[in-house]
T-cell receptor, first 114, second 117 residues
């Protein structure tokens, strides 16, 4: 069975500081993809970053980077230089190669403090 | 990234009526679309997987006769909530799988907030 765990229901970070949002996953499928989405209060789900299970390097997209530790089955999202607009819910998700659907974590609510 | 639209964004209806929600992939073809339901401060709950040209696959516990899904083209899937009741009030969000994209990512629509009176 596939499972995504986000253990931080809420996080606070000072503006311009970096913050790490935790995500661990469990799967027996050797091929999988890990995704992070941002959901602001408007409700839309915004794709942020992707990490493939066979990728040798950690993914980066602008201020977002993914700290991928395969042996620990963790895929933490790092947001550098936090901005007020980063305040939102963040969801970690996984899709295995043998399936169609995404498995979502319970989300982390991030609040950026001015 | 790819764009997915969803219409309407908000709907209020009386109990017993049916409501149709449209999900469109605007700049890519999506053979597979997904319908989710989200309660306040909770994660997304997958309701069904919509496959173009074939019947949808519903998750356990989701009534297929109540939540009708049609995926008639490569860019359009619809969810019809039939005989809606107040307990159907929720945030419904669709996504489309972009198999031709960089990471075979799911892109989400902006969601539909349904309120049943």
């Amino acid at each position: 069975a596939q499972k995504i765990t986000q253990t931080q229901p809420g996080m606070f970070v000072q503006e311009k500081e970096a913050v790490t949002l935790d995500c661990t996953y469990d799967t027996s499928d050797p091929s999988y993809g890990l995704f992070w989405y941002k959901q602001p209060s408007s409700g839309e789900m915004i794709f942020l970053i992707y990490q493939g299970s066979y990728d040798q390097q950690n993914a980066t997209e602008g201020r977002y980077s993914l700290n991928f530790q395969k042996a620990r089955k963790s895929a933490n999202l790092v947001i550098s230089a936090s901005q007020l607009g980063d305040s939102a819910m963040y969801f970690c998700a996984m899709r295995v190669s043998t399936g169609n659907q995404f498995y979502f974590g319970t989300g982390t609510s991030l609040t950026v403090i001015p | 990234g790819a764009v997915v639209s969803q219409h309407p964004s908000r709907v209020i209806c009386k109990s017993g009526t049916s409501v149709k929600i449209e999900c469109r992939s605007l700049d890519f073809q999506a053979t597979t679309m997904f319908w989710y339901r989200q309660f306040p401060k909770q994660s997304l709950m997958l309701m069904a997987t919509s496959n173009e040209g074939s019947k949808a696959t519903y998750e356990q516990g989701v009534e297929k006769d109540k939540f009708l899904i049609n995926h008639a083209s490569l860019t359009l899937s619809t969810l019809t909530v039939t005989s809606a009741h107040p307990e159907d009030s929720s945030f419904y969000i669709c996504s489309a799988r972009d198999r031709g994209g960089a990471h075979d990512t799911q892109y989400f629509g902006p969601g539909t907030r349904l309120t049943v009176l």
